[in-house]
């Protein structure tokens, strides 16, 4: 046989072998659900392809309830873990690296997290999972660490404040929302974080790192016997506590803004002009996020097969990249468009993303609507084909009361959505004359 054929054959049937197996593992998450003695929330899914475990322990401890100390969160999930009441720093870190594990922490403005990967042999397992305990449950703050910790942070900040990218994203998400806690940024401003107090960081973590406000993921090769186990001792010693008050949502200020009010340009000496612009949008749960979502990837989420790189980029060259996409929360999310080009194409830029959304409202080619469902549904078990990808999801799933089903119904859903259906979403949610825009360079 020709190469070039036996070439195209032998791809397609591993084309065809690895589509059947993303298929199997999409029908396979098999995601449960209970709560520990402490009232602690637990998503599980059973793993045993891999000697492997996953777990991540979330808390609605994100920058959202920082207060007035923007900074707070972030720092309490830096600190948290790097050293304990048995171990110093350097010990806790010599141990989970002799065991092969990997344990970070992470935060966004509605939650913080604390991951563990490890393998699940028994002369591992045990001592990774007693460690990750500790480091949850046994932290300590040290004032050393916690002033290593900052300074680190403040050379961070302030090199954010050179960069016109952070300072359009900071700022389109101060008009945005105000005075609403998802206002300001996650890891706070320099002035902020200089007055954080240790003490102030260790109530935060008494407040919020409790029990009753924990939900714990685990993904891997363990039974459900052992996962309930694993939860049960996961955070033994910590108070019960309480789930905190739930976010108020945020206004939307749809009406009565004047063009000055919708759209600030920041002086910048840069060559480039970045862009932002948006409205917010829908928080997680939203009946109608699913043709928001596609709609989106027709407009703006899907590279080059996206109406704004077709019109931005590809008809008239202002930009390399454009993109938009929906970051639906706890409370109503922003959508957002994002580019950057040389200043004297900014205002032409912006002229046409309206002109694109004003159109893509109006109407849209149905084909190219059916190819971007076709990618969506088609490609859907490649985002659930890792474990890391499965905990993700089942966090979520989990944080934000989803439906257990979730992953298997979004696939079906997108793919019953029509034309009219995804127009009668935009325009029940978007509103042009509404959206606000930050510009930070010199642009002409």
Do not use: C
Not at 158 to 175: E, T, V
Not at 182 to 201: M, Q, R, T
Request: charged share 20%.
């Amino acid at each position: 046989m020709h190469f070039f054929y036996k070439h195209i054959i032998t791809s397609t049937l591993m084309s065809l072998a690895f589509s059947l197996f993303s298929l199997n593992a999409w029908s396979a998450v098999q995601i449960e659900q209970w709560h520990t003695k402490q009232g602690a929330k637990v998503m599980y899914v059973h793993a045993p392809q891999l000697p492997m475990l996953d777990i991540q322990v979330s808390f609605d401890a994100g920058s959202a309830r920082d207060g007035q100390q923007w900074g707070l969160a972030s720092m309490m999930t830096t600190l948290l873990g790097l050293q304990t009441k048995t171990h110093s720093e350097e010990e806790l870190s010599d141990l989970i690296n002799a065991l092969g594990a990997n344990v970070g922490g992470s935060i966004d403005r509605d939650m913080a997290s604390y991951t563990l990967r490890t393998l699940t042999r028994e002369s591992i397992l045990k001592p990774a999972l007693d460690l990750f305990h500790d480091s949850i449950v046994e932290s300590t703050f040290d004032e050393s660490i916690f002033e290593r910790e900052r300074n680190r942070v403040l050379v961070g900040l302030k090199q954010q404040q050179l960069m016109p990218s952070s300072i359009a994203s900071n700022a389109f998400w101060a008009m945005l929302y105000g005075n609403h806690p998802y206002a300001h940024p996650v890891a706070g401003n320099v002035e902020s974080v200089k007055a954080l107090k240790l003490d102030a960081i260790q109530a935060f973590y008494n407040q919020y790192i409790v029990s009753k406000n924990a939900l714990i993921s685990i993904v891997g090769n363990v039974d459900k016997h052992q996962a309930q186990q694993i939860a049960e001792n996961l955070l033994k010693g910590l108070p019960v506590g309480k789930v905190p008050a739930i976010l108020e949502a945020p206004s939307s200020d749809k009406k009565g803004l004047s063009e000055s009010q919708r759209h600030k340009v920041i002086e910048f000496d840069s060559t480039q002009t970045y862009f932002k612009q948006g409205q917010i949008g829908v928080k997680r749960g939203d009946p109608d996020y699913y043709a928001l979502f596609l709609g989106n990837h027709l407009l703006g989420g899907s590279g080059f097969g996206s109406l704004l790189m077709e019109e931005v980029r590809e008809k008239r060259g202002l930009v390399y990249g454009v993109s938009s996409g929906f970051a639906p929360m706890r409370q109503p999310g922003p959508w957002l468009v994002g580019l950057s080009t040389k200043n004297k194409s900014a205002m032409q830029a912006k002229k046409v993303v309206n002109q694109t959304i004003k159109a893509f409202m109006k109407g849209f080619d149905e084909k190219h609507l059916q190819a971007i469902k076709d990618n969506l549904v088609g490609g859907f078990p490649l985002r659930i084909d890792s474990n890391g990808k499965i905990i993700g999801y089942i966090t979520m799933i989990g944080f934000y009361d989803l439906p257990l089903n979730y992953l298997e119904e979004f696939p079906k859903a997108i793919s019953a959505l029509s034309k009219q259906d995804v127009l009668d979403a935009w325009q029940r949610h978007m509103d042009l004359k509404s959206m606000k825009s930050i510009m930070v360079g010199k642009p002409e």
